[in-house]
């Protein structure tokens, strides 16, 4: 993740998942790690130099083959989701005539034995493009907000009733978009480096932003929306118009928001932290927030005030992420240590636990539900824990890719999981693989996917993702409520 230098900001991460886009050294022959020194020497200077560009040459071609398997891959991967989403085909009726008629099997002609291929053909291709069309209704790509210049590294959904989602970017701002019509309402500039962060106050117009800067900022977040009239009149007509007149019409809607455009200054600045602040999350009750850095500590500050509460120690290395419990007073840490940690406030003396399961450095771990807490790592695993029993994860999920900040489904009990080879996975919350949304050349991400957000009382967009492609995109899931 960024830090605060020029040179460092929104690079630090971008470059580990782009390292980790390309690392598969080792499914690549080494043609030259084993060249042997004696046979070296007794080459001409002029044919070592030639073996070496044809060493070059044969390094390239074969980059451009493992780039073109890569891309193979994922049609194939897409292809098999879908054909699994096929269930066996129906009998046809001479089929079900056969099975009802308990005497022997009248022989066929070969006409008509070709004639049943034919009919059972066209029976199982019709399944197979009635689940691409039902695939493709239930994961929607619904919109795209545009304006980041740089990385954004999360999406938030601000409280119950208000439509706006908040990014952080490496592009040293925070903005709040509008969810009916993908405008951006305001400009957050106080921060000197890239913004790592946004949570939503759960009760007030309060946000909070942590930075490369060292510091996390706590700004008002009181915007004007556009009219009723003016964004159902963008939306019924927005799919009658090619995509710059759209954009026009999103230009009609800011011309609206006028005040609050751009904001300089923070009404609060929390500082105590010695590095990069990775993440920060408001308490129950939305009065105090705390915050996760790269020094290794976490510290609950007074929102009002800017007081230092409590300092949190423990972790061996830099922290990652810092969630709270929507209902008690309860925190969970990540860190780069391979652990994540359960901070009890609820008690006197704060009691601390730590869950140890995963093989590298912990990105996010999240509260779900009461008492379950769902841990995504860099060893490309997703595990879902019990606070009651806490030896061991209850179910585990495997990837083929590293794993960012995930969100779970409150309601639905949804995992969506972003990735860094940009797929955004969803399963349930017993870690049941549900499915994964649609990515190719005009959906979805390009490059990893940072962060993911649900929204569930928006009826169009209830699933937000943004990633290092600069990229903040709306989706809609159609999933089934549970009983």
Not at 213 to 222: C, E, G, L, M
Request: with cysteine; charged share 25%; hydrophobic share 35%.
């Amino acid at each position: 993740m960024p830090t605060d230098s020029a040179a460092k900001t929104g690079k630090s991460k971008g470059v580990r998942g782009i390292r980790r886009l390309h690392s598969h050294s080792q499914d690549r022959p080494a043609i030259m790690s084993r060249y042997d020194s004696d046979t070296e020497a007794m080459l001409p200077a002029g044919a070592r130099g030639r073996l070496y560009d044809l060493f070059a040459q044969i390094e390239k071609e074969f980059e451009a083959l493992y780039a073109e398997n890569i891309a193979l891959r994922d049609q194939v991967d897409i292809l098999s989701e879908r054909v699994e989403t096929c269930s066996t085909a129906e009998k046809t009726p001479s089929e079900a005539h056969d099975a009802t008629d308990s005497g022997a099997k009248p022989k066929r002609s070969a006409s008509q034995i070709s004639q049943k291929i034919k009919t059972t053909y066209k029976a199982s291709t019709s399944k197979i493009v009635s689940s691409f069309r039902t695939a493709s209704s239930a994961y929607s790509l619904i919109q795209n907000f545009r304006g980041h210049r740089d990385g954004v590294w999360e999406v938030g959904v601000s409280r119950p009733g208000v439509k706006i989602i908040g990014t952080a970017s490496a592009d040293h701002t925070a903005k709040l978009w509008c969810t009916e019509t993908g405008i951006c309402l305001l400009n957050y500039l106080g921060h000197q480096g890239s913004v790592n962060a946004i949570r939503f106050n759960p009760s007030s117009d309060l946000v909070v932003t942590t930075s490369g800067d060292q510091t996390a900022h706590i700004w008002k977040a009181q915007v004007n929306l556009p009219s009723h009239d003016l964004i159902k009149s963008h939306s019924s007509g927005e799919d009658d118009v090619e995509g710059s007149e759209k954009e026009d019409m999103a230009d009609d809607l800011g011309d609206q928001v006028t005040e609050l455009t751009t904001l300089r200054v923070p009404m609060l600045e929390l500082t105590g932290h010695m590095g990069v602040v990775m993440s920060a999350d408001w308490m129950t009750g939305g009065d105090q927030v705390i915050t996760a850095s790269w020094d290794r500590l976490a510290i609950l500050h007074d929102a009002e005030t800017g007081e230092q509460i409590s300092n949190l120690t423990g972790h061996d290395q830099e922290l990652t992420d810092v969630r709270t419990h929507p209902s008690q007073r309860l925190v969970v840490t990540s860190s780069k240590d391979t652990t994540f940690r359960l901070w009890d406030f609820r008690e006197r003396n704060m009691l601390v636990s730590v869950f140890q399961g995963h093989t590298q450095p912990v990105t996010t771990a999240v509260f779900a539900g009461a008492e379950k807490v769902v841990s995504g790592s860099d060893d490309r695993t997703v595990k879902i824990w019990d606070l009651k029993n806490m030896r061991s994860p209850i179910a585990t999920i495997r990837s083929d890719s590293a794993i960012n900040r995930l969100s779970v489904s409150p309601t639905q009990n949804t995992i969506a999981i972003p990735h860094d080879n940009r797929h955004i996975r969803l399963y349930d919350i017993s870690g049941n693989r549900i499915g994964r949304l649609p990515r190719n050349s005009r959906q979805g991400h390009t490059k990893m996917v940072c962060s993911v957000a649900w929204d569930e009382e928006n009826p169009v967009c209830n699933l937000f993702s943004c990633g290092f492609d600069r990229q903040v995109l709306g989706w809609h899931i159609n999933l089934q409520p549970k009983e």
